[in-house]
């Protein structure tokens, strides 16, 4: 049963869920989405669903899991398709050692803030195998696992997740990068924007990457594109 003596709680179970309906493009995000609100609406009050991989055993592709390890965050999953994104197995490094330097400071306190109950939703591009460009779209929700609060995480990938086909299913971003937050106490939503032209492109590794990843040249114009912009 849902809780019913904590309304607030049931207003952000309810609000998430319909904010991840309007938001996500992808099948694989929303069906985490509606995987971890349902669970979230069944927990008593103040407690966290848990995860347990064999629950969605389609979606872990997909998924990863974060711990706070000090003042990191270090990856305890890392699914197929989130390392192939970089080539390697994320598991045991830690987010600051994943996500290029320039803009980890950027997308840092958004990992950060799911540790104080609010979910995100993070939209953008990258640079994809073989240089094609692809749209991705984050997920990011607070569990308890064995005792420990972790950040549940799925990426999709338009190079290898299905968009939705429902007429509900929103269009892509514009450029730069996107945060929708949702705070799991009231359901409050805050959402802001990275533009392009704010984005440190010309710092990040894009000749490097595809250089030691595949034969394709890159130029800055095409570095500089909004729907290249690699995360």
Not at 33 to 50: I, T
Not at 97 to 112: K, N, R, T
Not at 163 to 186: C, K, M, N, W, Y
Not at 213 to 224: F, I, K, M, N, Q
Request: glycine letters at 6%.
């Amino acid at each position: 049963m849902p809780h019913t003596d904590e309304p607030d709680a049931v207003r952000s179970g309810e609000a998430f869920l319909a904010l991840c309906r309007r938001r996500l493009r992808f099948k694989p995000t929303l069906a985490l989405a509606e995987h971890w609100a349902a669970s979230f609406l069944r927990m008593p009050p103040g407690e966290l669903p848990g995860f347990d991989p064999m629950d969605a055993a389609p979606l872990l592709p997909h998924v990863y899991i974060l711990e706070r390890d000090g003042d990191a965050l270090r990856y305890r999953v890392s699914g197929e398709s989130v390392n192939d994104l970089f080539f390697s197995s994320h598991i045991g490094k830690t987010l600051s050692q994943v996500v290029p330097p320039a803009i980890y400071s950027l997308v840092a306190p958004y990992f950060f803030d799911v540790f104080d109950l609010k979910a995100c939703i993070f939209k953008g591009y990258v640079i994809h195998t073989g240089l094609r460009a692809a749209e991705f779209e984050r997920l990011l929700l607070p569990v308890r696992r064995n005792g420990t609060l972790q950040l549940l995480g799925l990426l999709s990938l338009s190079t290898t997740s299905a968009v939705r086909t429902d007429e509900a299913a929103p269009s892509a971003v514009e450029d730069g990068f996107h945060f929708t937050q949702i705070a799991l106490t009231d359901g409050t939503i805050t959402e802001s924007h990275i533009p392009l032209h704010d984005l440190p492109v010309d710092d990040l590794p894009f000749k490097e990457h595809v250089r030691q990843h595949g034969p394709y040249d890159l130029t800055p114009e095409v570095a500089r594109k909004g729907s290249e912009t690699e995360c």
